[in-house]
């Protein structure tokens, strides 16, 4: 079936140290997968996308990778913040007819001092 | 600054009544969607408009009701067939083109009175 799930429901760390939040997903003919991170009270904000043809994707103190072996897919974020505590989503498209987002149930991430 | 916008931020229901849930985009986006999130949980679709004056129901349309009369609104009506209306409900938009983001709104919460 169709299906994003996340390992982790809570993780907690250290201001400073990196952060490795994880998502397995389903179905092997998706090409395309997006992290977003949502803030309480707000609405999920776009962070990093990467697409299937893809291992490994950075942005700023964010990397993406993907594993299309194991249909796994990891956000790691460098010298995690206090700002960086939020829940964060992994999502899948299907991008067959129209961008059908999959979502998992999110990891929270939280950051002490 | 480009972006949607969903009003009210909060939102009582009565029993028995009706009440919308306002979605406004200035991305110039074609598509537009429509999710539910409960506590703890991702996001589910309720429905999905591809261009205006064409939606579609998406995985938990019963009890819900949309119209797409202009390609920057997308409002949501929460009928009193859904029993169980209490949730956070996002918006977002996207372009048609395949493997795009959807950006979403800040949310509206409805609560039951």
Request: net charge neutral; proline share 4%.
């Amino acid at each position: 079936g169709e299906s994003v799930g996340l390992h982790l429901p809570t993780l907690s760390v250290q201001e400073g140290d990196n952060s490795i939040i994880n998502c397995a997903y389903s179905n092997s003919a998706s090409d395309y997968f997006i992290w977003y991170k949502q803030e309480s009270g707000k609405g999920p904000q776009f962070i990093i996308d990467i697409r299937s043809n893809m291992d490994k994707r950075q942005g700023q103190r964010v990397t993406v990778l993907l594993n299309k072996t194991v249909k796994h897919l990891s956000l790691q974020i460098a010298a995690t913040q206090p700002g960086d505590s939020a829940v964060y989503f992994c999502a899948e498209i299907f991008s067959g007819g129209y961008n059908k987002l999959i979502f998992g149930a999110g990891t929270r991430l939280a950051v002490h001092p | 600054d480009g972006g949607i916008t969903q009003s009210p931020k909060y939102l009582f229901r009565k029993e028995g009544q009706n009440v919308t849930l306002s979605c406004e985009q200035n991305l110039n986006h074609d598509a537009m969607y429509w999710y539910r999130q409960d506590p703890g949980q991702g996001l589910r679709l309720i429905y999905y408009s591809q261009i205006v004056n064409d939606f579609q129901k998406g995985d938990i349309a019963e009890g819900y009701s949309v119209s797409r009369e202009k390609k920057e609104s997308f409002p949501l009506t929460v009928t009193s067939a859904q029993k169980n209306p209490t949730a956070f409900y996002l918006c977002a938009s996207s372009t048609q083109t395949d493997n795009q983001p959807q950006h979403f709104g800040d949310g509206t919460r409805l609560s039951i009175l």
